[in-house]
């Protein structure tokens, strides 16, 4: 799966994101994680009012839709599978941030 392209350029057919990128991070500071197994999802979002506040804190001023891609772990060794984001322009060009989530079940 580390071979994987995330996101392709339409132009050159290089990934611009792909699993070789999260491995890689993982590798370097997150070294007990380096052998998990990650599920990968892509979505375009648009910018809005109803957006997480958190996501809209890390996006640039004047953004109207970006890339969202996450790389969830098939096996939460923690109890609750890690997730991990990168969000990225549109086109997957560039990386606007990256961050860690514990996905949280509400038992209610």
Known sequence: MYNTNIIDDEFDGKATLTTDMLH????EHYPTLKNERWDVDIDTIRTSPILHPLLRRKIPIG???FTCVLFTQ???SFGEPLIVYFLLDEKGESIYAMDFLLEQHDPH
């Open 24 to 27: 890689q991070l993982l590798v």
């Open 63 to 65: 953004i109207e839709k």
């Open 74 to 76: 098939q096996i939460g």
